[in-house]
């Protein structure tokens, strides 16, 4: 899987960290919460949802959560859909993380990827670790189109 994203350049590895005490008050302890918001939530930047925006933005992707300490943490593998819109993409990326309470926030290239994620992308099975999105699932429908 790994191969595949280096080989396309409209991939991007975003990481970022919530507190705790502020991701219980958010998201009411689900590992899903930050992901739901920031994708599908109803928070605007600049007169645009989240959920707007996201499902303008990219088009497939992965993410993984992990409780760390005093803190969850975050890592998104997205597919930019319109290379030329890429810097925009990125800075309302963090804008609208941080907008939803992320800390150390972290957006590169998939060449800046984190050793853990480099096994796990690297292995035969190493996509399991990660929870699917947008048109990474084939056959689903989102605002009926067919993904």
Do not use: C, P
């Not at 191969?3 to 302890?29: A, G, P, Y």
């Not at 939530?41 to 499902?55: A, D, E, P, R, T």
């Amino acid at each position: 899987m790994l191969e595949k994203m280096k080989k396309d350049d409209n991939w991007i590895f975003l990481s970022l960290r919530i507190n705790l005490l502020i991701f219980n008050t958010r998201f009411k302890n689900k590992s899903n919460g930050f992901y739901r918001q920031l994708s599908s939530g109803n928070q605007k930047l600049l007169g645009v949802s989240n959920f707007q925006w996201f499902y303008r933005s990219f088009d497939r992707g992965y993410y993984r959560s992990a409780l760390t300490g005093t803190n969850m943490e975050y890592v998104f593998f997205l597919r930019i859909k319109d290379q030329n819109q890429s810097n925009r993409i990125l800075r309302e990326l963090i804008i609208r993380s941080k907008k939803l309470g992320a800390t150390k926030v972290n957006v590169g290239g998939i060449n800046t990827i984190n050793y853990i994620d480099f096994k796990l992308l690297s292995s035969v099975n190493g996509e399991n670790a990660y929870q699917k999105i947008l048109k990474t699932y084939s056959g689903h429908k989102v605002q009926g189109h067919k993904l």
